[in-house]
């Protein structure tokens, strides 16, 4: 847990012009507040407990206006920027260096069981506002533009656009030494 939180303070760092310290972000940057508090939540869920994961995950909702539900699996390297009404929810996978901007909503689409939300592939940008809604697959490298939203699966590179999204631009990717991670399974 700690290796991936110094991952996400890195990600702060790289991915936001305005921060210049690590004490900064660890002190004032609510979207690395709510993944602290995540990380802690799906640690305790994951070894089996219900009450308080989901008392962290409400009071990390209250301080930082970030929902993430405890059982969302996220990867090393995550950044949330200005994290207000961000909401990810219960069956989301989010792989290795994911950018989410605000009001992102990465959510189901009805009641059913079972995965019933996105899998958010590496180095994926999620636009401020937009809406990743199913068991959808965003392919690594993609981006989502800010007001979208996305109801089917996009192809590794993408850029997705509209209501509802479309993909306007294919193999969109960057020669980056972070590739190598890990895909999200």
């Known amino acids: 847990m700690l290796s991936a939180l110094k991952d996400d303070l890195r990600a702060a760092l790289e991915r936001d012009p305005a921060a210049v310290s690590p004490l900064q972000v660890m002190m004032f940057y609510p979207g690395f507040h709510a993944i602290v508090l995540h990380r802690l939540a799906h640690r305790l869920h994951n070894g089996g407990l219900f009450w308080l994961p989901h008392m962290i995950s409400w009071l990390n909702r209250f ?6 539900h405890p059982g969302a699996q996220i990867e090393k390297g995550f950044f949330i920027d200005h994290g207000m009404g961000v909401v990810i929810g219960e069956t989301t996978r989010i792989g290795s260096h994911v950018t989410l901007y605000q009001g992102t909503v990465l959510g189901g689409v009805g009641r059913e069981r079972g ?3 996105p899998d958010i592939a590496n180095r994926v940008m999620v636009g401020a506002g937009a809406k990743v809604l199913g068991p959808i697959r965003v392919g690594e490298d993609s981006k989502v533009g800010a007001g979208a939203v996305l109801l089917q699966s996009i192809p590794p590179g993408s850029t997705a656009v509209g209501v509802p999204a479309q993909v306007v631009n294919r193999n969109c990717a960057k020669d980056d030494p972070q590739k190598e991670d890990a895909e999200v399974t």
């Open 115 to 117: 995965k019933r939300h």
């Open 63 to 68: 301080f930082t206006g970030v929902e993430i």
